[in-house]
């Protein structure tokens, strides 16, 4: 897993974390870009 | 020397700045005018009321009418005898049982307060215990019950059945989002109100009546 | 269970109802029953409230029991409205509060935004939003190695996902419709000025910066609308044309935060969603469920330019009648009241229901029943009330 880090710094933590947490996803990163901007949304508003 | 009628219209216009102004011109000149000013702003916030009623001024227009009024009365306080503009009686409100809604109860607050009532305010999510208590020991006959929820309408119910029980001599207006008539007839009430300005007509007379 | 198959056929059937019952294309069959059913459904299940959002399979087998007991074409609230166990991991940012007693889940005027925060938000709203935003909501967050607490919350996020879709199956095997296509070209309520007032500046502060700061509004609405709003209608602009045929719908706005507004405001801020609503309405063949919560008849004049046969409208205040009169071009949807639901006898619910669809469906029978409000108190409905205007609902065929 690696060291800890900080995921909310922006771009650099936000894309470590998409490589971390989405591999579920297809190996592209307009995909990923956009699952992790409904992570933002929803963390916003719920 | 202040502009007073210049006061009550930007009052009712919402202009802070201007509002800002004026207030400062009768503090600097020493604040003996407070009282005035106050009267004033009351007038313009009776505007304010007036407005929404005819569908002019909507509930952003409230909200924001209700922090000028705070922070008029915020200038003018060090100035006005007693500290608190001069009161034609005292009234209970609160949002009821269950309901953190408060909106709606400020803005009353709010425009009580500018018609010179003198308001307790018990907040948010109120028991009927602590209604009873408050208004037995404070000798309030006004109770202003608030809610916004449909379940505000069974907690406004057990308050009104509280007071009863407790045999006190009280007048109670239900408002908000689930209130009408039939709410009137389920809950006990004596009255109930969509706009603020109605509460605070209700409350006058009600008032009056307790006074005399 | 029943037959797997005829309920999916039920589904099917109940889902191209319900489009055609906005867009007029084709054969209305019935009467679309809208379920505005909320934590009722937990309460009729006999959970307290606290226990059936806090464990998944208490509130499955609730919305399952829900799905039996009272047959309808949408239920429109199948768990998507809990996220607690997913926030509580961060904390409870929104601060919900769950009271058992009066079965009530509420949270109070959220505000994380500060006053001096406007200009670092319009200037880089992503960077505001990860950086300063989510610490301040979620204060787990704050530390440095926070990657620790985002993993145990993206299992939950992942958990949750995994849920609703199996929710979603669940109330499917019952014949029920999937109701808004999640990746339409316009969220619920995910634009700017709707995120700013429900969790951002609150209703208190955002009612005074309409006044104070009118063009630092506009500009956070602008720079929220295209990290979130615009993007997503970039992608539902790309997707086929023509109705998604697995959902009754492709856009379910959701209107909250128009309460303060006058309508100088509203063209200004709030407007413009909608146009971006209507450009894909028209432009994709798709159909709109609009939810108001509160009233909204000041708006009507900007809602006249909804476009014809794509629009439905339910909404919580607004008398039913004056609306389908104002607007007709829209369908209307709505008209019961919680007050009889509750309180009233199974006969006033089946007359008023009765009527509801002679006055408002005509002759083309283009009318969604539904109830204004959200159902969620337990005086709010009650089992016989509901179940009666189910079973009249469910004998009407044309």
């Known amino acids: 897993m690696g060291e800890e880090y900080n995921v909310l710094e922006y771009p650099e933590g936000v894309k470590r974390a998409e490589k971390e947490f989405l591999d579920f996803l297809p190996d592209d990163e307009t995909v990923r870009d956009l699952f992790m901007n409904d992570i933002l949304q929803w963390l916003i508003q719920w | 020397m202040a502009d007073f009628n210049e006061l009550v219209q930007v009052m009712g216009d919402l202009e802070e700045d201007e509002m800002i102004r004026i207030l400062e011109e009768v503090m600097a000149d020493g604040g ?94 109120v028991k009927p215990e602590a209604v009873v208590q408050t208004a037995k020991e404070q000798g309030i006959h006004v109770i202003l019950l608030s809610g916004v929820l449909t379940l505000a309408v069974d907690s406004m119910k057990a308050t009104i059945e509280a007071l009863k029980a407790e045999g006190l001599d009280v007048k109670v207006l239900i408002g908000g989002a689930p209130v009408n008539e039939e709410a009137v007839a389920l809950t006990g009430a004596d009255e109930w109100a969509f706009s603020p300005q109605k509460t605070v007509k209700v409350s006058q007379e009600w008032l009056s009546a307790y006074a005399s | ?184 070209p316009a969220d619920y ?15 208190r502060k955002l009612s005074v910066d309409l006044r104070r700061r009118p063009e630092q509004v506009a500009a956070a609405c602008q720079a929220l609308d295209e990290t979130f709003a615009i993007p997503r209608l970039e992608r539902g602009m790309a997707a086929p044309e023509g109705s998604n045929p697995d959902y009754c719908v492709d856009m379910n706005p959701v209107m909250l935060a128009h309460i303060i507004l006058n309508p100088k405001q509203f063209e200004r801020y709030y407007w413009p969603q909608f146009e971006r609503i209507i450009k894909a309405a028209k432009e994709k063949d798709k159909l709109v469920f609009l939810f108001i919560e509160g009233e909204s008849k000041r708006f009507w004049d900007f809602f006249q330019e909804f476009p014809k046969d794509r629009f439905a409208i339910l909404s919580e205040l607004d008398d039913v009648y004056e609306m389908k009169k104002a607007l007709p071009n829209c369908v209307v949807c709505g008209g019961m009241t919680a007050d009889l639901l509750g309180r009233g006898t199974p006969e006033q619910c089946v007359d008023l229901t009765r009527k509801l669809i002679e006055d408002l469906g005509g002759s083309d029978h283009r009318y969604i029943f539904s109830t204004g409000k959200m159902i969620s108190f337990p005086n709010d409905c009650s089992r016989e009330n509901l179940q009666a205007i189910c079973n009249y609902l469910g004998s009407i065929h044309y």
């Open chain 2, 32 to 125: 003996s005018q407070a009282q005035a000013a106050m009267d004033a702003c009351q007038a313009g916030m009776n505007q304010v009321g007036k407005l929404f009623e005819e569908g002019e001024y909507f509930v952003g227009d409230l909200i924001y009418a209700g922090e000028l009024m705070t922070q008029a009365v915020d200038i003018l306080k060090p100035a006005l005898v007693g500290g608190e503009a001069s009161s034609s009686g005292k009234v209970l409100l609160c949002t009821v049982a269950g309901d953190l809604h408060d909106i709606g109860k400020n803005i009353v607050h709010a425009m009580l307060e500018a018609a010179g009532i003198e308001v307790v305010d018990l907040g948010i999510d």
């Open chain 3, 1 to 184: 269970m029943a037959d797997m198959s005829k309920m999916e056929e039920l589904r099917k059937s109940r889902t191209q109802n319900f489009k055609n019952v906005i867009s007029g294309k084709g054969p209305v069959d019935h009467i679309p029953h809208f379920g505005n059913m909320w934590s009722w459904k937990y309460y009729d299940a006999g959970y307290k409230f606290s226990e059936a959002l806090l464990d998944y399979n208490k509130m499955s087998d609730a919305i399952g029991q829900f799905c039996q007991r009272y047959p309808m074409d949408v239920v429109y609230e199948t768990g998507w409205r809990n996220p607690i166990q997913v926030t509580g991991i961060l904390g409870n940012g929104n601060d919900y509060i769950i009271d058992d007693d009066a079965y009530s889940i509420s949270i109070r005027d959220q505000s994380y935004m500060e006053d001096g925060d406007y200009e670092k938000l319009i200037a880089n709203p992503k960077k505001y939003l990860w950086e300063e935003f989510l610490p301040k909501k979620f204060s787990v967050l704050k530390n440095q190695n926070n990657s620790v607490d985002f993993r145990k919350f993206m299992e939950k996020y992942l958990e949750f996902g995994g849920k609703m879709g199996e929710i979603g199956a669940l109330v499917n095997s019952y014949g029920c419709c999937n109701f808004a296509d999640p990746n339409g």
């Open chain 3, 189 to 203: 309520w995910g634009f700017g000025y709707e995120i700013l007032f429900c969790i951002m500046r609150g209703i």
